[in-house]
């Protein structure tokens, strides 16, 4: 399945940059992932068919290739799979996060991921029902996590803009083919 989820940013695109590199640094993208993750998973498990079970994974392991150049902006290409003994019935999860620039004062972070839903057969039924929905809750929090890192990178930083972000788009295109 392919899902494709962008926001706006009240930075210059350098600036969410700059800011980027230091978050990578200190693991923030890790604690994000694992935080989003999870806002999935509370979604899944309060929406799906394994109710309040105990047991469920909620660790994910991330992988991170080093962020390339691209248009105005930069691209960070991440994988990230559930780990533990149900790992297994998780999908792993392919992505390109994008911070590109909208103008001099704005830029939009944006995500193109792909999974697999688990379980063959049954596994894509499921993600009609539920998990698909569980997935766009994961990258709304992502998304919404690092607009909240870039902003307001550390508490020393100069207060960014505070009027009250934009929504997550979810957009409605296909990947292209290679």
Known sequence: MFIHATLDLPLPVASAVARLYPALGRHRLDELSSDAYAAGLATLTRVGPFGDTAGLSKTVRLELLDPLPVDAGVRLQLR???????????????????????????????????????????????????????????????????????????????????????????????????
């Not at 994008?98 to 704005?106: C, H, K, S, T």
């Not at 009609?128 to 569980?134: E, P």
């Not at 307001?152 to 930083?157: F, G, H, K, R």
């Open 80 to 178: 990230w799979v559930a780990t533990g003994a149900t790992g297994q019935l998780f999908p792993a999860l392919d992505a390109d996060l994008d911070i590109i620039a909208v103008d001099e004062q704005r830029c939009a972070l944006s995500i193109k991921a792909v999974y697999t839903p688990p379980l063959g057969a049954a596994g894509a039924g499921l993600d009609r029902l539920v998990l698909h929905r569980a997935a766009r809750a994961t990258m709304r929090s992502l998304l919404r996590g690092l607009r909240r890192s870039l902003t307001d990178p550390s508490p020393a930083a100069p207060p960014a803009d505070r009027s009250r972000p934009g929504p997550v788009r979810f957009l409605q295109s296909a990947p292209t083919p290679p």
